[in-house]
Nanobody
Framework: QLQLVESGGGLVQPGGSLRLSCAAS????????IGWFRQAPGKEREGVSC????????NYADSVKGRFTISRDNAKNTVYLQMNSLKPEDTAVYYC?????????????????WGQGTQVTVSS
């Protein structure tokens, strides 16, 4: 069955970096755009970034522009989220999800399939 599995989360100090991975299986990976979302305690899930099926188009939330970079390797069925200059407010559970089209709206309601999430904690 279709599966998305996130990895790479952890504890990092402010200003540090992490790279998240989203490994996909059970479906034709390059038929889907992939997005990253996050949810902090007591807050709604919000869109972070997405990448189109071929990787040629990307979108980012204003809060992460210039610090996060999304990429994909269709040969490995994997999407990455490189996170630099991390801030305490980036602390959240990060989820990857699949959709047909990556749009600047980054609406979670447009995404059909979800992973289980990986925890990112930014703290000194």
């Amino acid at each position: 069955q279709l599966q998305l599995v996130e990895s790479g989360g952890g504890l990092v100090q402010p200003g540090g970096s992490l790279r998240l991975s989203c490994a996909a299986s059970g479906f034709t990976f390059d038929y889907y755009a992939i997005g990253w979302f996050r949810q902090a305690p007591g807050k709604e899930r919000e869109g972070v970034s997405c990448i189109s099926r071929g990787g040629g188009s990307t979108n980012y939330a204003d809060s992460v522009k210039g610090r996060f970079t999304i990429s994909r390797d269709n040969a490995k069925n994997t999407v990455y989220l490189q996170m630099n200059s991390l801030k305490p407010e980036d602390t959240a559970v990060y989820y990857c999800a699949a959709t047909r089209f990556c749009t600047a709206k980054l609406s979670l309601y447009e995404y059909d399939y979800w992973g289980q999430g990986t925890q990112v904690t930014v703290s000194s």
